[in-house]
């Protein structure tokens, strides 16, 4: 409404439009991407204020949305299974994390005095949510076209990775051919999930002969275990790189 005073942020400005310049977005209502930035433990210990599970909600259903539109336009030779491995491959929680590292998400946080302490800014689970609700502020900001503009812009190079290595997505499998080799053992996956049951989180440990080697977290169990199977692999393809033969 005109006149109407501007609402008040709960990150600094400066730190707010750098974020904005970084994600390539002008933002006409700011405190959208203010929101965006409130995880819960925050919220928690400053009443009043909305935290970014909604802009998650809505981020996390426009993602899925618009990621699966580029690897149809994209790649036209692909059946349904290798469309999904390469959306999946993606839109999980460790490579939403990776590409909220890369704008640098994690200064802008607000967090809870707990969790802050704990980590939480390199925690993969809250930056991939802190990415989401990032993606739903666009979205509620500019519509569909900014929307699309800024998962064109964070997301092509992954997308070209992945589709590269496509026959190689399957992580669980390839894993377990390599720790056959190297260990005469099969991965063992620890998982634990959390989060209300319309929002579940998983994080899964995969350890071989007793040793742990890589962690992963996803929407689902699949995700999540394909996750730390990936972590494993290039953790122990980088330490024996012979093992790959």
Known sequence: MPGSPAPE???????????ADRLGHHFADLSLLDR?????????????????????????????????????????????GKLTDLRKSVVNASALAE???TVDIGPCLLLGKGESAAGGRLKPSILSDA???VIGAVYLDGGVVAAAALIERLFAEPL???????DRLDFKTLLQELT???FDAAPVYVLRESGPDH???????????????????????????????AAAHDLLTTASPSAEG
């Open 180 to 182: 056959a080799r190297m």
């Open 199 to 229: 929002q579940k989180l998983f994080d899964a440990t995969v350890m071989v002969a007793g040793r742990t080697v890589g962690e992963g977290s996803g929407r689902s169990k699949k995700v999540a275990e394909q996750a730390a199977a």
């Open 36 to 80: 965006s930035m409130r995880h819960r433990s925050w919220c928690a210990e400053h009443p009043g204020h909305e935290p970014n599970e909604r802009l998650e909600f809505l981020g996390d259903a426009v993602l899925g949305w618009m990621i699966a539109d580029i690897c149809y336009r994209q790649h036209a030779d692909l059946p349904e």
């Open 131 to 133: 990415l989401e609700a």
């Open 99 to 101: 590409i909220a590292v």
């Open 160 to 166: 070209q990775q992945a589709a590269k290595q496509l």
């Open 9 to 19: 942020l709960s990150v600094p400005v400066g730190p707010l439009q750098a974020l």
